[in-house]
């Protein structure tokens, strides 16, 4: 009986251990990137940079399978063809990785393809 007492108890303690960790880290990961905002990115590398700044998808289709369909990957796509060749986006399983910015305010992102 005091030994299952005793065991129970252990396991609410490790259950509020794990959540007071998952908070823990949680917080400072929102610290983190607070700083990161605070600093304008001075004191990150490059390459963590722009996992911040940008987003990426897998094109499931080929390019071509898309047709005149809009969306953020497949203008990725297309200008990834224009600059690079046709050959280089042909096949299915293409992931465009594109940055997120809020620049040119006036133009969305499908007004810009023929810039």
């Given at each position: 009986m005091i030994i299952k007492r005793v065991h129970i108890c252990l396991a609410q303690i490790s259950f509020k251990i794990s959540m007071l960790?998952?908070?823990y880290n949680f917080f400072i990961s929102l610290f983190y990137q607070i700083f990161v905002i605070q600093n304008q990115g001075k004191d990150v590398a490059d390459s963590e940079l722009l996992d911040y700044i940008s987003e990426s998808s897998t094109m499931s289709k080929s390019l071509a399978d898309y047709g005149e369909q809009k969306?953020?990957?497949v203008t990725?796509?297309?200008r990834l063809a224009d600059f690079l060749g046709d050959t280089m986006?042909?096949?299915?399983g293409l992931r465009c990785q594109y940055i997120v910015a809020s620049?040119?305010?006036?133009?969305s992102m499908f007004d810009t393809e023929n810039l």
């Open positions: 960790m998952t908070r969306s953020c990957a990725t796509a297309r986006v042909k096949d299915k620049e040119p305010k006036v133009l």
